[in-house]
T-cell receptor
Framework: SQTIHQWPATLVQPVGSPLSLECTVE??????LYWYRQAAGRGLQLLFY??????ISSEVPQNLSASRPQDRQFILSSKKLLLSDSGFYLC???????????FGQGTRLTVV | KNQVEQSPQSLIILEGKNCTLQ??????????LRWYKQDTGRGPVSLTI?????NTKSNGRYTATLDADTKQSSLHITASQLSDSASYIC???????????FGAGTTVTVRA
């Protein structure tokens, strides 16, 4: 069966520090991978998505970047965190188009 | 611009009562509509998925309806339980697109 792993679950980082969140998918090949951010009481905002290794589409210009070094690995990074980067980050995957999205458990990032 | 609007933003109901959540969308061309349940601090989990030709779909005490002509969907929760307390998110897919359009969600609080 397919599963998605996202870690860490919570993270507190000082302003200006780097960030690396990792997401891996098991049980499927060539998934579409997504990073979303959810502010408190708000909807999910698509940050990045990838339809293949090394291919990244950015939706929102910001302080973050994403990479896909392997087929089932998706990494969200920042060189220097801002206070505004605080939020709940979710990784998700789909296969093909128009299919169900499966989400990771999320990472609560607090930048202090 | 593809948009998904949900109402109400939040609601409180007593245990055992029913409630209905609304979702209006302007996504085109429409592929399918999903309702997700998101517990606090967790990733969303799919409840139902409906395509253009489907009017009603049930998953236990959850019943979703879709009117593709008016571009409206509803999620009805029957005999609510305390465990139904969560955010319910309406998600619409554009045909052939990898990206999903998310509503901001409705926060449901069930009280004993």
């Amino acid at each position: 069966s397919q599963t998605i792993h996202q870690w860490p679950a919570t993270l507190v980082q000082p302003v200006g520090s780097p960030l690396s969140l990792e997401c891996t998918v098991e049980g499927t090949s060539n998934p579409n991978l997504y990073w979303y951010r959810q502010a408190a009481g708000r909807g999910l905002q698509l940050l990045f998505y990838s339809v293949g290794i090394g291919q990244i589409s950015s939706e929102v210009p910001q302080n973050l970047s994403a990479s896909r070094p392997q087929d089932r690995q998706f990494i969200l990074s920042s060189k220097k965190l801002l206070l505004s980067d605080s939020g709940f980050y979710l990784c998700a995957w789909t296969v093909g188009t128009n299919t169900e999205a499966f989400f990771g458990q999320g990472t609560r990032l607090t930048v202090v | 611009k593809n948009q998904v609007e949900q109402s109400p933003q939040s609601l409180i109901i007593l245990e055992g009562k029913n409630c209905t959540l609304q979702c209006n969308y302007t996504v085109s061309p429409f592929s399918n509509l999903r309702w997700y349940k998101q517990d606090t601090g967790r990733g969303p989990v799919s409840l139902t998925i409906m395509t253009f030709s489907e009017n009603t779909k049930s998953n236990g005490r959850y019943t979703a309806t879709l009117d593709a002509d008016t571009k409206q969907s509803s999620l009805h929760i029957t005999a609510s339980q305390l465990s139904d307390s969560a955010s319910y998110i309406c998600v619409v897919s554009v045909w052939g697109d990898y990206k999903l359009s998310f509503g901001a969600g409705t926060t449901v609080t069930v009280r004993a």
